[in-house]
């Protein structure tokens, strides 16, 4: 089954920099759109995307901060965070089910018990 575990969550303070990482199996993840989801109260929020070749797309919220990756042959992908802010704060999963905007139909973001955990990360001085 799909199981995705992300690791590299913690406390920064605002300006720092964090690396998350997901390690991905149970799907043909060479081929897969992988995606990361951040959670807060009452929301989810899809921010970035990378294709299987490669393409990416962020949300205005992360964009010219956060740089999306993936390593085909680890089964990874990881989210390097920069300049981070006090509106970061939240839980970060990894996705393998996410349709970005602007790539195919909108569809709801629903959490699955997939992501498993999450990695919180925490801005705060």
């Known amino acids: 089954q799909v199981q995705l575990v992300v690791s590299g969550g913690g406390l920064v303070e605002p300006g720092g920099s964090l690396r998350l990482s997901c390690a991905a199996s149970?799907?043909?993840?060479?081929?897969?759109?992988m995606s990361w989801v951040r959670q807060t109260p009452g929301k989810l929020e899809w921010i970035s995307s990378i294709?299987?070749?490669?393409?990416?797309t962020y949300s205005d919220s992360v964009k010219g901060r956060f740089t999306i990756s993936r390593e085909n042959a680890k089964n990874t992908v990881y989210l390097q965070m920069t300049s981070l802010k006090f509106s970061d704060t939240a839980v970060y999963f990894c996705?393998?089910?996410?349709?970005?905007?602007?790539?195919?139909?909108?569809?709801?973001?629903?959490?699955?018990?997939?992501w498993g955990q999450g990695a919180q990360v925490t801005v705060a001085s």
């Open positions: 149970g799907f043909a993840f060479s081929s897969a759109t």
């Open positions: 294709s299987g070749v490669g393409s990416r």
């Open positions: 996705a393998n089910d996410v349709v970005p905007p602007g790539w195919g139909d909108p569809q709801p973001i629903v959490k699955k018990d997939s």
